[in-house]
């Protein structure tokens, strides 16, 4: 186990900037860390810039400008200096980084649609080239509900369903950071709950950090340990800018 | 960092999976590949094929490897010998003229004859070997399927065979058992044939001349030239009354009796009879004068004083150069007392012909004979007759005559003149004079190999011989196949693209449809490299698919084929064979061009960003 006070994630002087034709939008994150097992919240308004943070911090989009950008390294060595990488262009120690320290729940599951539910939990172990034990698929799946799915396709699963069989497959590898791009915006309000509750007692029990993007205040407000919001400015018809800070304390 | 196992491995299995969920279109995909490659297969096997069997059969079927004569030619013992002793030659064979090569055959249902072709064998005869024959030997014939079939006679039964012909308005027949030892396979020709050895073929023919084949029991006349002559003189001391002249030409061949003036028989025999002596000329306008003439003659005169010499009109000879008209006159020592001139050192005229020996001599004039004989040593001449065919033989020189002309037994000339009406020939160490047979009109020649038939083909031409051989058969083959290669690579070159295009389109288009679960595939871990794999595993494996399923439509097709052709085919011919030495090349260009094919695709989603892909639906 790293040091307590190693940040799983260290991100410093952030700026993303995404352009579609005219418009343009900025976000600007100062600062964003996610300590070892925290809950981190993010919310927000719908445009911006949750799913764009999320992205960069799950190592798929390059930022456009970053200070410092550390991701804990799996083995415990020293932090991957991410921001280094994405300049070099070291895509493979990128991937290497997210299979082996990250897990991912979208928001409509991200199942392959190709293989079978074991297999899709599966993957994500075999690729990180971890030994997997049935035993623990069985147990995950059984407290998320979705043991008597185990042997069927995604696509003759529910919503709910697939969302809870892609947390699994984003904790059967003992990543130490999930994160979740609003992973219960498909299913009733009832269910999101349900859903939401069985993994944050999971990521509990396996002490793993969690990034949690939502735009239910309510659902993520008394479970998380730290809550990121943002601020929208439209500074001109094409410009918008997104400011992403730490919630105060006293306005939760 | 960990990079304990690469993730790649696990692309193979990802790729196959989902060409498995989607193996409706996966299948679409196998089956247009195979229809693609099945038809290569089948055009390759095609030409292949048919080329192997076109071979095959020029390689097994002798026919190929016969060289025959254009026309009828004279061909010498000395050719046929020259010719066995070539590297090329596998077999040859004199033959005699066509006409004469024929036979009649008893057949076995009617009774009744038919003409049947003979045709001479040898040991070692492909066309017999090889067509479920063997070489028969005196006695035994070789049939071919017709003529076993229209005779009605099969292996190891007799053979009734007739040779006839007319002798002096006679018909003749002489006829002969021999045992079918073999049938020849249909391939050895459609007509009906008697294959013997060539003894029984020449002995047929010379039966046909009016030879015997004593061997054979047929009967005949010996081969030994007769003696004919243009006429005859009676030299009488006293004049024959008119009765008596007239019974000589009654019955006794000639045809007329004329008188003669001493002038007239100079011409004749060289020398002017003695002083009141009587010449009678006895001739048969248009036909020569045979021996039995003569005789019949002689004895009508019996009793009287008499010379009858027969004489040869303008037979000429050439001796070095120069052309001689001999006069022909054999005079024994009464005649010589008789007619008051020298005794020839040959004797006289008896009805026989001499010995070589005997026949071969000359007297020549005292000027022109010295020039003739001092160019040669042992006083020898050498002499052509021009005649049906030519004869050189000679002569020795038995002294000098006063006459004008050269002097040689009578006998020669009738042997001679013989000679300008049937061929003769002359074996300086054999029986001297005989007539001559058809002879060797043609040859029966196959060469060892369908390699050795052009230079056969060429060197007989060189020698002026005009053959016909299969020449052009094996260079057909070869244009053939040129032209079935050229083909077979133009089409190729279509399925190529045609191949490759299919698996590009479907390949990039599979890559679009499935761009989030690649870019799914990347969030979980992957790099780019890794699912540069992706489309280019599923190329291979369907392109490895394809040709199995292509190799099965192959085979299907391929048995449809042979199948369909059966009856053109012999055991273990087929028209469609594809080499398999063929297969790992076909196999390898066709993961090749999988494998570029899959480049676009796998460029394309090596260039997925999967930020922008993951979340759509
Ligand atoms: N591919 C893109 N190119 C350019 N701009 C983009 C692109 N995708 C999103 N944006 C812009 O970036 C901003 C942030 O988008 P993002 O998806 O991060 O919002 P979000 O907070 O996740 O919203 P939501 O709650 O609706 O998911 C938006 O204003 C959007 O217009
Ligand atoms: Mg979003």
Redesign the interface.
Same mark, same amino acid.
């Given at each position: 186990m790293a040091d307590k006070s190693t940040p799983m994630v260290y991100l410093e002087g952030l700026v993303k900037t995404r352009s579609q034709s005219e418009s343009v939008f900025e976000l600007h994150v100062p600062h964003f860390t996610v300590a070892p097992g925290q809950m981190v919240a993010i919310i927000g308004e719908s445009g911006c810039g949750k799913?764009t943070l999320l992205?960069i911090i799950?190592l798929?989009?390059a930022p456009t400008r970053v200070d410092r950008f550390l991701v804990a390294?799996?083995?415990g060595g020293p932090p991957?200096d991410v921001a280094a990488h994405w300049a070099t262009d070291a895509?493979? +120690? +990128?991937?290497? +980084?997210?299979?082996?320290s $990250?897990g991912?729940v979208?928001?409509?599951g991200?199942? +392959?649609?190709? $293989?079978n539910v074991r297999?899709n939990i599966c993957?994500?172990a075999?690729?990180?080239?971890?030994a997997l034990a049935a035993e623990r698929v069985e147990s995950l799946a059984r407290r998320l509900g979705v043991v008597d799915c185990l042997e069927r396709m995604p696509l003759s699963l529910s919503i709910g369903q697939r969302q809870r069989v892609a947390i699994v497959r984003a904790l059967v590898h003992r990543p130490r950071l999930v994160l979740a791009?609003e992973p219960t915006a498909a299913v009733d309000k009832g269910r999101a709950r349900a859903i939401m509750d069985d993994m944050y007692a999971l990521a509990r029990d396996e002490s793993v950090a969690v990034v949690v993007v939502s735009h239910d205040v309510d659902l993520v407000m008394d479970r998380a340990d730290t809550v990121y919001t943002f601020t929208t400015d439209q500074l001109s018809e094409q410009l918008s800018r997104s400011l992403c800070r730490p919630l105060a304390d006293n306005n939760r | 960092?960990? #990079?304990?196992?690469s %993730?790649i491995r696990?692309i193979p299995a &990802?790729a196959a999976?989902?060409l &498995?969920? #989607?193996w409706v279109m996966s299948l679409c995909l196998v089956v247009a590949l195979a229809a693609v490659i099945a038809p290569l297969f089948v055009l390759l096997g095609l030409k292949y094929g048919t080329i192997q069997t076109l071979r095959e059969r020029l390689v097994e079927d002798p026919i190929f490897r016969e060289i025959r004569p254009t026309q009828t030619q004279v061909f010498s013992s000395q050719w046929f010998a020259e010719l066995s002793s070539w590297p090329e030659t596998g077999f040859i064979t004199p033959t005699i003229l066509p006409l004469s090569s024929v036979i009649n055959v008893v057949q076995n249902d009617s009774g009744k004859t038919k003409l049947y072709d003979l045709v001479p064998t040898a040991p070692g005869d492909p066309l017999l070997l090889e067509n479920d024959g063997i070489v028969p030997v005196d006695g035994e014939v070789v049939l071919t399927t017709e003529a076993a079939l229209e005779s009605g006679i099969g292996v190891g039964e007799e053979l009734i065979v007739r040779v006839t012909r007319s002798q002096d308005g006679r018909k003749e027949a002489a006829e002969s058992r021999l045992r079918v030892v073999a049938v020849l396979d249909q391939r050895a020709g459609s007509l009906a044939r008697v294959y013997a050895p060539l003894s029984l073929v020449l002995d047929v023919e010379a039966y046909k001349e009016g030879y015997a084949a004593p061997a054979r029991g047929w009967a005949g006349a010996t081969p030994e030239p007769y003696l004919s002559f243009d006429g005859a003189v009676l030299l009488l001391p006293e004049p024959l009354p008119a009765i008596t002249r007239t019974g000589l030409i009654i019955n006794s061949g000639f045809g007329r009796i004329a008188e003669l003036s001493a002038i007239q028989v100079r011409a004749l025999l060289g020398f002017l009879p003695p002083q009141d002596f009587a010449a009678y000329d006895l001739f048969t306008p248009g036909s020569p004068v045979t021996i039995s003439s003569l005789r019949a003659v002689d004895q009508k005169l019996r009793g009287r004083t008499r010379a009858l010499l027969p004489y040869v009109r303008d037979l000429k000879v050439t001796a070095a150069g120069n052309t001689l008209q001999p006069l022909g006159l054999s005079i024994n020592a009464e005649q010589a007392q008789l007619l008051k001139i020298p005794e020839t050192p040959w004797g006289g005229y008896n009805g026989n012909l001499p010995e070589c020996d005997r026949l071969l001599q000359a007297l020549w004039p005292s000027a022109k004979g010295r020039a003739l004989t001092e160019q040669t040593e042992h006083r020898e001449v050498e002499v052509q007759a021009a005649g049906v065919g030519e004869v050189a033989f000679a002569l020795h020189s038995a002294g000098t005559t006063s006459f004008e002309r050269p002097v040689l037994p009578v006998e020669l000339l009738g042997v001679l003149r013989t000679g300008k009406q049937r061929a003769i020939t002359f074996e300086p160490d054999g029986q001297c004079f005989a007539m001559a047979r058809g002879g060797y009109r043609g040859f029966r020649l196959y060469a060892r190999s369908i390699d050795d038939v052009p230079v056969l083909y060429n060197k007989l031409r060189s020698q002026g011989i005009d053959v016909l051989a299969e020449v052009a058969a094996i260079e057909r083959i070869h244009t053939l196949d040129q032209g079935l290669t050229r083909l077979f690579l133009l089409i190729a070159l279509l399925g190529l693209f045609g191949g490759t295009a299919v698996l590009v389109a479907s390949l990039y288009a599979a890559v679009e449809r499935r761009r989030? /679960?690649l870019g799914?595939?990347?969030?979980?871990?992957?790099?780019?490299?890794?699912v540069f794999f992706f489309p280019m595993a599923q190329g291979l494996m369907l392109a490895v698919l394809g040709l199995l399923a292509g190799l099965g439509g192959y085979a299907v097709l391929a048995g449809v084929i042979n199948q369909a052709f059966a009856k053109e085919l012999a055991v273990g011919e087929a028209f469609c064979a594809m080499p398999w030495r063929y297969l790992p090349v076909f196999g390898f260009s066709t993961l090749i061009l999988a494998v570029l094919a899959s480049l676009t695709a796998a460029w394309r989603a090596t260039n997925i /960003? %999967?930020?922008e892909v993951?979340?759509e639906?």
């Amino acid at each position: 186990m790293a040091d307590k006070s190693t940040p799983m994630v260290y991100l410093e002087g952030l700026v993303k900037t995404r352009s579609q034709s005219e418009s343009v939008f900025e976000l600007h994150v100062p600062h964003f860390t996610v300590a070892p097992g925290q809950m981190v919240a993010i919310i927000g308004e719908s445009g911006c810039g949750k799913s764009t943070l999320l992205d960069i911090i799950a190592l798929v989009m390059a930022p456009t400008r970053v200070d410092r950008f550390l991701v804990a390294a799996g083995n415990g060595g020293p932090p991957a200096d991410v921001a280094a990488h994405w300049a070099t262009d070291a895509e493979g +120690l +990128l991937a290497a +980084l997210r299979r082996d320290s $990250l897990g991912y729940v979208l928001q409509t599951g991200g199942l +392959l649609p190709f $293989l079978n539910v074991r297999r899709n939990i599966c993957l994500s172990a075999r690729i990180k080239g971890v030994a997997l034990a049935a035993e623990r698929v069985e147990s995950l799946a059984r407290r998320l509900g979705v043991v008597d799915c185990l042997e069927r396709m995604p696509l003759s699963l529910s919503i709910g369903q697939r969302q809870r069989v892609a947390i699994v497959r984003a904790l059967v590898h003992r990543p130490r950071l999930v994160l979740a791009d609003e992973p219960t915006a498909a299913v009733d309000k009832g269910r999101a709950r349900a859903i939401m509750d069985d993994m944050y007692a999971l990521a509990r029990d396996e002490s793993v950090a969690v990034v949690v993007v939502s735009h239910d205040v309510d659902l993520v407000m008394d479970r998380a340990d730290t809550v990121y919001t943002f601020t929208t400015d439209q500074l001109s018809e094409q410009l918008s800018r997104s400011l992403c800070r730490p919630l105060a304390d006293n306005n939760r | 960092m960990s #990079e304990r196992t690469s %993730p790649i491995r696990h692309i193979p299995a &990802l790729a196959a999976s989902h060409l &498995l969920h #989607e193996w409706v279109m996966s299948l679409c995909l196998v089956v247009a590949l195979a229809a693609v490659i099945a038809p290569l297969f089948v055009l390759l096997g095609l030409k292949y094929g048919t080329i192997q069997t076109l071979r095959e059969r020029l390689v097994e079927d002798p026919i190929f490897r016969e060289i025959r004569p254009t026309q009828t030619q004279v061909f010498s013992s000395q050719w046929f010998a020259e010719l066995s002793s070539w590297p090329e030659t596998g077999f040859i064979t004199p033959t005699i003229l066509p006409l004469s090569s024929v036979i009649n055959v008893v057949q076995n249902d009617s009774g009744k004859t038919k003409l049947y072709d003979l045709v001479p064998t040898a040991p070692g005869d492909p066309l017999l070997l090889e067509n479920d024959g063997i070489v028969p030997v005196d006695g035994e014939v070789v049939l071919t399927t017709e003529a076993a079939l229209e005779s009605g006679i099969g292996v190891g039964e007799e053979l009734i065979v007739r040779v006839t012909r007319s002798q002096d308005g006679r018909k003749e027949a002489a006829e002969s058992r021999l045992r079918v030892v073999a049938v020849l396979d249909q391939r050895a020709g459609s007509l009906a044939r008697v294959y013997a050895p060539l003894s029984l073929v020449l002995d047929v023919e010379a039966y046909k001349e009016g030879y015997a084949a004593p061997a054979r029991g047929w009967a005949g006349a010996t081969p030994e030239p007769y003696l004919s002559f243009d006429g005859a003189v009676l030299l009488l001391p006293e004049p024959l009354p008119a009765i008596t002249r007239t019974g000589l030409i009654i019955n006794s061949g000639f045809g007329r009796i004329a008188e003669l003036s001493a002038i007239q028989v100079r011409a004749l025999l060289g020398f002017l009879p003695p002083q009141d002596f009587a010449a009678y000329d006895l001739f048969t306008p248009g036909s020569p004068v045979t021996i039995s003439s003569l005789r019949a003659v002689d004895q009508k005169l019996r009793g009287r004083t008499r010379a009858l010499l027969p004489y040869v009109r303008d037979l000429k000879v050439t001796a070095a150069g120069n052309t001689l008209q001999p006069l022909g006159l054999s005079i024994n020592a009464e005649q010589a007392q008789l007619l008051k001139i020298p005794e020839t050192p040959w004797g006289g005229y008896n009805g026989n012909l001499p010995e070589c020996d005997r026949l071969l001599q000359a007297l020549w004039p005292s000027a022109k004979g010295r020039a003739l004989t001092e160019q040669t040593e042992h006083r020898e001449v050498e002499v052509q007759a021009a005649g049906v065919g030519e004869v050189a033989f000679a002569l020795h020189s038995a002294g000098t005559t006063s006459f004008e002309r050269p002097v040689l037994p009578v006998e020669l000339l009738g042997v001679l003149r013989t000679g300008k009406q049937r061929a003769i020939t002359f074996e300086p160490d054999g029986q001297c004079f005989a007539m001559a047979r058809g002879g060797y009109r043609g040859f029966r020649l196959y060469a060892r190999s369908i390699d050795d038939v052009p230079v056969l083909y060429n060197k007989l031409r060189s020698q002026g011989i005009d053959v016909l051989a299969e020449v052009a058969a094996i260079e057909r083959i070869h244009t053939l196949d040129q032209g079935l290669t050229r083909l077979f690579l133009l089409i190729a070159l279509l399925g190529l693209f045609g191949g490759t295009a299919v698996l590009v389109a479907s390949l990039y288009a599979a890559v679009e449809r499935r761009r989030r /679960d690649l870019g799914v595939l990347r969030l979980l871990g992957f790099a780019r490299r890794h699912v540069f794999f992706f489309p280019m595993a599923q190329g291979l494996m369907l392109a490895v698919l394809g040709l199995l399923a292509g190799l099965g439509g192959y085979a299907v097709l391929a048995g449809v084929i042979n199948q369909a052709f059966a009856k053109e085919l012999a055991v273990g011919e087929a028209f469609c064979a594809m080499p398999w030495r063929y297969l790992p090349v076909f196999g390898f260009s066709t993961l090749i061009l999988a494998v570029l094919a899959s480049l676009t695709a796998a460029w394309r989603a090596t260039n997925i /960003d %999967p930020a922008e892909v993951i979340r759509e639906q």
